[in-house]
């Protein structure tokens, strides 16, 4: 069955840390890796896409690593901030069937 | 402004009443999606269509139907079948169903 796993659940972290997340995903067919950001009441919205045989994509304080191999993925953030207070999604992508979604880690950013 | 909209934002419903909700999109992608979230979850598919008159179900489409006449357009419609209705519902789009999704902003319903 395919499946996406993320860790941890929630995190809480001192704004101007760094922090990364976990995912692991079985996902058949596998052709893309991919990380939303979903603000509270809100649409996700993309953070970074990564085919499998890409293993880094930034997007600005935000880093994604994919490892096809283990199949593991990881999400840096660099200097967090306030605004990074959401929940993000890790997702696995196949050629032709719909995106398989994880059920996200909920970051907290705190002064 | 380009982009996918959803309507409402918020909508009321009371329990035995069918309500469609609305999903657009001017990005000229073929692909369109319907997502339910609850609380702690992770987004689950209901229905999703590759083109125009063509739709298949997703993991959860018990309850909910969907039509797929105009590009531009995907309502869904949460039927008096679907057992627990109450939810935010996401709808997306993309230029192929391999391709980067775009998400609208969410319908959150209640069912009283």
């Known amino acids: 069955k395919n499946q996406v796993e993320q860790s941890p659940q929630s995190l809480i972290i001192l704004e101007g840390k760094n922090c990364t997340l976990q995912?692991?995903?079985?996902?058949?067919?596998?052709?893309?890796l991919r990380w939303y950001k979903q603000d509270t009441g809100r649409g996700p919205v993309s953070l970074t896409i990564?085919?499998?045989?890409?293993n880094t994509k930034s997007n600005g304080r935000y880093t994604a690593t994919l490892d096809a191999d283990t199949k593991q993925s990881s999400l840096h953030i660099t200097a967090s901030q306030l605004s990074d207070s959401a929940s993000y999604i890790c997702?696995?992508?196949?050629?032709?069937?719909?995106?398989?979604f994880g059920k996200g880690t909920r970051l907290s950013v705190i002064a | 402004d380009g982009g996918i909209t959803q309507s409402p934002k918020y909508l009321f419903r009371k329990e035995g009443q069918n309500v469609t909700l609305s999903c657009e999109q001017n990005l000229n992608h073929d692909a369109m999606y319907w997502y339910r979230q609850d609380p702690g979850q992770g987004l689950r598919l209901i229905y999703y269509s590759q083109i125009v008159n063509d739709f298949q179900k997703g993991d959860i489409a018990e309850g909910y139907s969907v039509s797929r006449e105009k590009k531009e357009s995907f309502p869904l419609t949460v039927t008096s079948a679907q057992k627990n209705p109450t939810a935010f519902y996401l709808c997306?789009?993309?230029?192929?169903?391999?391709?980067?999704?775009?998400f609208g902003q969410g319908t959150r319903l209640t069912v009283v």
């Open positions: 997306a789009s993309s230029r192929t169903i391999a391709t980067e999704a775009f």
């Open positions: 995912c692991n995903y079985t996902v058949s067919p596998f052709s893309n």
């Open positions: 990564m085919t499998f045989s890409e």
């Open positions: 997702v696995g992508g196949g050629g032709n069937t719909p995106l398989v």
